[in-house]
T-cell receptor
Framework: DTGVSQNPRHKITKRGQNVTFRCDPI?????LYWYRQTLGQGPEFLTY????????KSRLLSDRFSAERPKGSFSTLEIQRTEQGDSAMYLC???????????FGPGTRLLVL | KNEVEQSPQNLTAQEGEFITINCSYS?????LHWLQQHPGGGIVSLFM???GKKKHGRLIATINIQEKHSSLHITASHPRDSAVYIC??????????FGTGTRLTIIP
């Protein structure tokens, strides 16, 4: 088991473009979480899944954001029509049954020009 | 409002010093986590606790549920301890609410 992985690690895009990030959790973990971290701040919750079901979405997640976990394994986070304010580190974490430690991936750093 | 506050925001110390980072939260929690984030972004979980005290190597975490306060201590600090330390809590559900972090720099 290699832990939580995220791809890509870095993404530079122009305003208005769509981007998609992928997260592969620890294989036996049924919970998967997405967080966003802007410079100098702590991470903020975006959404989370139990298996393939999306259980909660933050109001931070505007209608330009969508996340899915189609087979209950990897997850994707898509941002449509990116804005400069979307520039941040997008972090994924997973846990077993929502109890205990969340294990974080290395993050995807997005820069919108 | 569910809030988490950390202090100090920045801390610089000499190698070998005893370090304390504080975290306070607004309402009752089910668990509190201390996390370490190195430059480049990766986050590592150090402790999860809901009562009392935990120790791992030179790191000690304590929590006082009545006072809604937790501390992270580092004994015999070393330059490799330099990182951002983040307090995060579960306010009765799975999602984490994070503090803004404490940037620790240990000077050789």
């Amino acid at each position: 088991d290699t832990g939580v992985s995220q791809n890509p690690r870095h993404k530079i895009t122009k305003r208005g473009q769509n981007v998609t990030f992928r997260c592969d959790p620890i294989s036996e973990h049924n919970r998967l979480y997405w967080y966003r971290q802007t410079l100098g701040q702590g991470p903020e919750f975006l959404t989370y899944f139990q298996n393939e079901a999306q259980l909660e979405k933050s109001r931070l997640l505007s209608d330009r954001f969508s996340a899915e976990r189609p087979k209950g394994s990897f997850s994707t986070l898509e941002i449509q029509r990116t804005e400069q304010g979307d520039s941040a580190m997008y972090l994924c974490a997973s846990s077993l049954n929502g109890v205990g430690t969340q294990y974080f991936g290395p993050g995807t750093r997005l820069l919108v020009l | 409002k569910n809030e988490v506050e950390q202090s100090p925001q920045n801390l610089t110390a000499q190698e070998g010093e005893f370090i304390t980072i504080n975290c306070s939260y607004s309402v009752g929690i089910s668990a509190l986590h201390w996390l370490q984030q190195h430059p480049g972004g990766g986050i590592v979980s150090l402790f999860m606790l809901s009562s009392g005290k935990k120790k791992h190597g030179r790191l000690i975490a304590t929590i006082n549920i009545q006072e809604k306060h937790s501390s992270l201590h580092i004994t015999a600090s070393h330059p490799r301890d330099s990182a951002v330390y983040i307090c995060a809590v579960n306010f009765g559900n799975e999602k984490l609410t994070f503090g803004t972090g404490t940037r620790l720099t240990i000077i050789p």
